[in-house]
RNA sequence: UGGCCUAUGGUGUAACUGGUAACACGUCUGUUUUUGGUGCAGAAGAGUCUAGGUUCGAAACCUAGUGGGCCAACCA
């Protein structure tokens, strides 16, 4: 089968770099997090991107952990990220580490010291930094630059040797200091930190700067295509400098291909952060309760969360990859949940807002089993019985003392269904002498049970409602989420801490009443509760203490009001969108129509307000169908007296060019 | 001496590499429905940041401008 789905841009560079002679058994991605903290949203697009390919070119992708800066690294987030990679449902071909290629860093920084491509400099990190200049002034060479090759080389062994103190000495390359991009002005290749490595220990006193660490690690990998986000694009200037330098002053034999670095856009999510750094303040503030929090961005909060490894793919391939900036409504992610979930969840009954449902007219001590079906859009749905008495519980948000229009539920003297039972009418209600609602009493129509193929279970009523039997129900813990920021973008504007828009209601934990075969839920089950939304057991649920998170609502449609459309308030409808339309059309009418449309039009504008027409008239210029529309609204404020600015003026003029010969005498007479 | 990246409906991504814009989400309509869910059918919404240029023809190529982003950690 053809390719249907078109390619993105990174895919087509692999294209071509095929088609240009490299062979497929040579390509080998890598997914390179750094330990030092979880896997979140914003990764598994570089996942997606990584395996994704690897999947289409059957070629393998190394997990490699960037692990060259031991004071921040952890060994408890490698072994997390491990599991959320494998809970993904990735599979990674070499596990390595930046530290791997540590003894090969240092001979090659030797060479690069005695062929004169680096030096050892002795001053402080204030100073290097001011002589880098700034991006719009050249910076100036160190008192260092030409220190001999043999001073330089003792230095560094001394720095290796745990001799100097850090931020003593450092390790530059030798490029160019009023190089436009900064990066290329003599940046710092090795640092002293004396610390102990969590895979080396104690063998190294000095560690290696990313880049002098990344684009070397791909080269002795051997990956062919090192893909990373776009702040890393003025890297690239280097990764290359540096693989080029070794490559013509080091003997790199066996080591054919030469990685390429390229660089894509890294996803924003509205509603959300992903910086680590303020992750990590989320989670030591108390904020949430921990990484795993379902209110997390992580890929285990999102598991916990309820949240599928398939329900992230899809959404990840429908984000897609491109170069530019981009902020992903959450409701796309919501979608794929929900569409995943759709297709597989075991639907039940939950009520989180308890009321009590009296049923009148039911024998007191009768009870019945009814049948529920556990997932109506599976091919054979099995179905779970359910034990139906004289009381029960429903939502208080589907009964109404006073519905409003459009209200389908319950209120006194309309029918619903009860989810697979009877049609019930409500009758009245109980209250305590404090006025609140305690019970809620109905009849319910005997004939009417669901499926029971009699006439009267066949009859229509405004809806179904969901129920839990009082007797038999089991109460839970129901944890609802909502949103965690209140500004869609928390974090955009650097002024501003993102904890001001932390959302104080984003947990609401509910009593609830759940069906009693939820008693055998499992950690990470997942069910749609009828009319409610998907639900995941919790990881710290069990039989005596049920705990549910909700993953999404269902989705939400309007109620719809029963339109009071008098001909009155159409006539009254906005007459900037009447003509609006009008002009859409107007093209395409033929000529005896345009001037009725014309007419219409005339007559319209002289309905609108005169500050409404200016909008209009700014807006809707640009769009060709609309022009002449404009074009008649302005003899309409001409009439009205109204004259133009001379901007405005000049704006018409211009937009004429292109008019036909009516509107040109209609707007020289108003110009 | 600034460099680099980028600009297409509300959002995101396409457009077979030059033949006048498509897909998904969202929105709205209708319909089915024992979930105000799902499904099905349909609609609205951009003329591709601006101005020049190349071309028979530009969202695409060129130039300039404008807007947005990244770069001045001994972080990655």
Redesign the pocket.
């Known amino acids: 089968m053809l390719e249907t789905k078109?390619?993105?841009?990174i895919e087509?560079i692999v294209?071509?770099d095929l088609s240009s002679g490299l062979p497929s058994s040579a390509l080998r991605f890598r997914f390179?997090?750094?330990p030092?903290g979880f896997l979140h949203i914003g990764h598994t697009k570089a996942l997606g991107i990584n395996f994704g390919l690897a999947d289409k070119y059957s070629a393998p992708v190394n997990l490699r952990f960037?692990?060259?800066?031991p004071?921040?690294?952890d060994q408890r987030f490698v072994d997390a990220i491990k599991k959320d990679i494998k809970w993904m449902g990735y599979s990674w071909s070499k596990e390595t580490y930046?530290s791997d290629c540590f003894d090969q860093l240092y001979l090659w920084a030797l060479k690069l010291i005695k062929h004169q491509h680096a030096y050892v400099?002795?001053?402080?990190?204030?100073?290097?930094?001011?002589q880098?200049?700034?991006?719009?002034?050249?910076?100036t060479n160190s008192p260092y630059r030409n220190r001999p090759i043999e001073e330089s080389l003792a230095l560094f062994e001394s720095m290796k040797n745990g001799e100097t103190k850090?931020?003593?000495?450092?390790l530059r390359a030798k490029i160019?200091?009023?190089?436009?991009?900064?990066?290329m002005?003599d940046?710092?290749i090795y640092?002293?930190?004396n610390k102990s490595h969590q895979r080396t220990q104690n063998k190294w006193r000095i560690?290696?700067?990313?880049?002098?660490?990344?684009g070397q690690c791909d080269y002795i990998e051997q990956v062919s295509h090192s893909l990373c986000s776009?702040?890393?694009?003025?890297?690239?200037?280097l990764y290359d400098w540096f693989l080029s330098t070794i490559k013509s002053q080091c003997d790199v034999a066996g080591l054919r291909i030469v990685p390429k670095q390229r660089?894509f856009?890294r996803l924003?999510l509205?509603y959300t952060i992903m910086s680590k750094?303020k992750l990590f303040s989320l989670v030591e503030q108390n904020y949430v309760s921990g990484w795993d929090d379902p209110r997390m961005p992580t890929i285990s909060g999102l598991r916990r969360r309820g949240y599928t490894p398939n329900s992230i793919k899809n959404f990840i391939s429908?984000?897609?990859?491109?170069?530019?900036?981009?902020?992903?409504?959450v409701?796309?992610l919501?979608?794929?949940a929900?569409?995943d979930l759709?297709?597989s969840s075991t639907?039940a009954m939950a009520v989180l807002n308890p009321v009590l449902l009296k049923i009148v007219n039911y024998p007191k001590n009768k009870e019945e089993e009814l049948f529920f079906?556990d997932?109506?859009?599976s091919e054979e749905p099995n179905t779970r019985p359910l034990t139906f008495n004289s009381e029960l519980y429903i939502e208080k948000e589907?009964f109404s003392a006073d519905?409003p229009l459009?209200?389908?539920?319950l209120s006194i003297g309309s029918e619903v269904?009860?989810?697979?039972?009877?049609i019930v009418k409500a009758t009245h209600v109980e209250l305590d002498s404090s006025g609140n609602l305690t019970a809620i009493c109905c009849e319910y129509d005997p004939k009417?049970?669901?499926?029971?193929g009699s006439l009267e279970?066949?009859r229509?009523?405004?809806?179904?409602?969901?129920w839990v039997c009082k007797k038999t129900a089991l109460s839970a813990e129901v944890r609802e989420y909502e949103r965690l920021f209140t500004s869609p973008s928390p974090d955009?504007d650097p002024n501003i801490p993102f904890e001001t828009y932390i959302n104080k209601n984003s947990l609401q934990i509910r009593k609830a009443f759940v069906e009693p075969f939820l008693s055998s839920s499992k950690p990470a089950d997942k069910f749609?509760?009828?009319?409610?939304g998907y639900f995941n057991t919790d990881d710290n649920s069990s039989a005596s203490q049920l705990i549910f998170n909700k993953t999404v609502s269902?989705?939400?449609?309007?109620?719809?009001?029963p339109?009071p459309q008098t001909a009155k308030e159409m006539r009254e409808l906005k007459p900037i969108e009447a003509i609006?339309?009008l002009g859409?059309k107007y093209a395409k009418l033929s000529s005896d129509k345009q001037s009725v449309v014309k007419q219409q039009v005339l007559s319209l504008s002289q309905k609108i307000a005169l500050n409404d027409l200016a909008p209009l008239f700014s807006t809707a210029i640009?769009?060709?169908?609309t022009r002449a529309v404009v074009l008649i609204s302005l003899s309409a404020l001409k009439s009205r007296g109204v004259s133009l600015s001379d901007d405005a003026r000049d704006f018409v003029s211009?937009a004429l060019v292109d008019q036909e010969q009516w509107i040109k005498d209609l707007s020289n007479n108003l110009l």
């Open positions: 078109p390619q993105n841009f087509q294209e071509t390179p997090p750094e030092n960037d692990d060259t800066n004071s921040k690294e930046s400099d002795s001053q402080n990190s204030n100073a290097i930094a001011t880098k200049g700034t991006p719009t002034s050249a910076g850090e931020g003593e000495l450092v160019d200091m009023s190089h436009p991009n900064m990066l002005r940046p710092i640092r002293v930190i560690y290696p700067m990313y880049d002098w660490a990344h776009l702040e890393f694009r003025p890297h690239r200037d660089e856009a924003n509205s750094r429908k984000v897609g990859v491109a170069k530019r900036d981009n902020i992903i409504d409701s796309l919501e979608f794929c929900r569409e759709n297709k639907r079906v997932n109506p859009e589907d519905p459009g209200f389908k539920r269904r009860l989810k697979s039972g009877y009417s049970l669901s499926g029971s279970s066949q229509k009523v405004n809806t179904t409602i969901h955009s749609q509760f009828q009319r409610l269902l989705r939400e449609q309007k109620i719809k009001k339109r609006k339309k859409k640009k769009k060709r169908g211009k």
